[in-house]
């Protein structure tokens, strides 16, 4: 690595939340560590995809923020192709709001060309992050809950009815590595 690459590494990096809002933070920053998940795709013809995932969470900027990787196909050492069917290399940025005691969320795939904006709260025992609505009309939303110190169920649904009702399109069960 080159010095400016790891000037980088260590200007983005931090070793644990901010003081000033450290409990808040935590919502996210149980997380941080790696994780290994098994994924299903649930699609509308009622088959699914079934896949495994690297992912990776680490405090940023000053303990300000989590960055985390969302890695499928699982790489050991491989590059896969930019249009390889499936593949993900995404990253999320989250940082907490006090002014509205939530968190903005930026998700980014560039094999896809994704980019999905969503706001995260605590609700009881789980996370409930809400999207804005997509180019197809449909809301987003992706939920944390089942979490433990070394696990937790993440999924994802949509809405077709401005949130009426919610269809189930991809669930991961994740474990510590």
Do not use: C
């Amino acid at each position: 690595m080159g010095k400016n690459n790891k000037n980088f590494f260590e200007g983005l990096v931090s070793s644990g939340p901010a003081e000033e809002y450290s409990d808040k933070l935590m919502l996210y920053g149980q997380f941080v560590g790696e994780w290994h998940a098994d994924t299903i795709v649930y699609q509308e013809d009622g088959t699914q995809l079934h896949s495994k995932w690297d992912i990776r969470f680490d405090w940023i900027l000053e303990g300000r923020a989590i960055q985390d990787l969302w890695i499928t196909p699982i790489r050991d050492n491989e590059t896969i192709g930019w249009h390889v069917p499936g593949n993900r290399y995404s990253t999320t940025i989250r940082t907490y709001d006090p002014q509205i005691d939530a968190w903005h969320i930026i998700w980014i795939n560039p094999p896809s060309g994704s980019i999905i904006r969503q706001i995260g709260r605590q609700v009881d025992d789980t996370i409930i992050q809400v999207g804005s609505i997509d180019q197809l009309g449909n809301l987003s939303r992706w939920i944390y809950s089942e979490i433990t110190p070394d696990s937790f169920r993440w999924y994802s649904e949509i809405s077709k009815d401005q949130g009426n009702s919610w269809a189930l399109v991809q669930e991961m069960r994740a474990k510590r590595r």
